[in-house]
């Protein structure tokens, strides 16, 4: 266990929906980063929160939006879901030191 | 904006060869990272390098903070068959909490 939570695992869905991904970080850790990983695709970063405010925005969808709560969980809100959506999504978390630590990742099938 | 290049992108090898791969950016970094990805699973940090010609060992694993801060390699000695999985190098231009740029992986393949 990593210490970084993320739920639900999986996830499918149709086309023209809306999901919510949620993502607890490690203890004591303030900074989450939401990434993509799609087939034969690296990891692509889609946006950084940190304490709460936006940190640093990537490749994110318009469609897509994140927000991070005084609890410092997340959610990562897609929405108008098209096929080529489908993928991992995954969280990460930081002290600051030492690189993230991810979490397991949900994985987005959209059928 | 920054891109890592990573190769190679798959490698197959026999159990107790010896395993090399790198990364290269037209960027300069502060600090690189190797992660390995099981299936199923998010990424586990391996190594992490903070300094330009830094060499740091984790095991059977090594990798090296290029010179020119534009590169980086991770060498796996005496492979065994649960180093198989997608090893991934990152980038970061700045420390602390500066996002990571990654790399596309390299998938090893070890047969027993």
């Known amino acids: 266990d990593s210490g970084v939570t993320q739920t639900p695992k999986h996830l499918i869905t149709a086309t023209g929906q809306r999901v919510t991904l949620r993502c607890s970080p490690r203890s004591g850790d303030l900074s989450v980063y939401w990434y993509q990983q799609s087939l034969d695709q690296g990891l692509q970063f889609l946006i950084q929160?940190?304490?709460?405010?936006?940190?640093a925005k990537g490749n994110i969808l318009e469609r897509f939006s994140a927000q991070q709560f005084p609890d410092l969980h997340s959610e990562l809100n897609l929405s108008s879901l098209e096929l080529g959506d489908s993928a991992l999504y995954f969280c990460?978390?930081?002290?600051?030191?030492?690189?993230?630590?991810f979490g397991s990742g949900t994985r987005l099938t959209v059928v | 904006g920054q891109q890592l290049n990573q190769s190679p992108q798959s490698m197959f090898i026999q159990e107790g060869e010896d395993v090399s791969m790198n990364c290269t950016s037209s960027s300069i970094f502060n600090t690189w990272l190797w992660y390995k990805q099981d299936p199923g699973e998010g990424p586990v940090l391996l190594i992490a390098?903070?300094?330009?010609?830094e060499l740091t060992s984790n095991g059977r694993l090594t990798a090296q903070f290029g010179i020119t801060r534009k590169d980086s390699f991770l060498n796996i000695s005496a492979s065994i068959p649960s180093d198989v999985g997608i090893y991934f190098c990152?980038?970061?231009?700045?420390?602390?909490?500066?996002?990571?740029?990654f790399g596309k992986g390299t998938k090893l393949t070890v047969n027993p």
């Open positions: 990152a980038g970061q231009l700045q420390g602390g909490s500066e996002k990571l740029v």
């Open positions: 990460a978390s930081t002290g600051g030191l030492y690189g993230y630590t």
């Open positions: 929160y940190y304490n709460g405010e936006e940190r």
């Open positions: 390098l903070y300094k330009a010609g």
